[in-house]
Nanobody, 127 residues
Framework: QVQLVESGGGLVQAGGSLRLSCAAS????????MGWFRQAPGKEREFVAAINWSARSTSYPDSVKGRFTISRDNAKNTMYLQMNSLKPEDTAVYYCAARLERTATVVASTSVEYKYWGQGTQVTVSS
């Protein structure tokens, strides 16, 4: 049974930082592209970052590029999202997701491309 468990969310002031973690179990972690998505109230789920199996390829939308960094530790079956210079518009529930894929370049950036999902962790950025 695949499980993805997010942690590290919380309340932070604008300009601050948070580090999210996603612990995976029940799958061969190094065979998966991993991604982060977020969903704010009343909005659609939005792509935040993705990383390929080897961590040599990452992808970000313009809204977080230069502020967020995705990483993974295959030995620990864990993925991370370092979020710096946080803005109130970053407030959302953040989800980690897994896609069975072992490619050199990560391209999957839509929620339908990912099969497994965590329950989410709330990130709130106050102004």
């Amino acid at each position: 049974q695949v499980q993805l468990v997010e942690s590290g969310g919380g309340l932070v002031q604008a300009g601050g930082s948070l580090r999210l973690s996603c612990a995976a179990s029940g799958l061969t972690f190094s065979s998966y592209t991993m991604g982060w998505f977020r969903q704010a109230p009343g909005k659609e789920r939005e792509f935040v970052a993705a990383i390929n199996w080897s961590a040599r390829s990452t992808s970000y939308p313009d809204s977080v590029k230069g502020r967020f960094t995705i990483s993974r530790d295959n030995a620990k079956n864990t993925m991370y999202l370092q979020m710096n210079s946080l803005k109130p518009e970053d407030t959302a529930v953040y989800y980690c997701a897994a896609r069975l894929e072992r490619t050199a370049t990560v391209v999957a950036s839509t929620s339908v491309e990912y099969k497994y999902w965590g329950q989410g962790t709330q990130v709130t950025v106050s102004s």
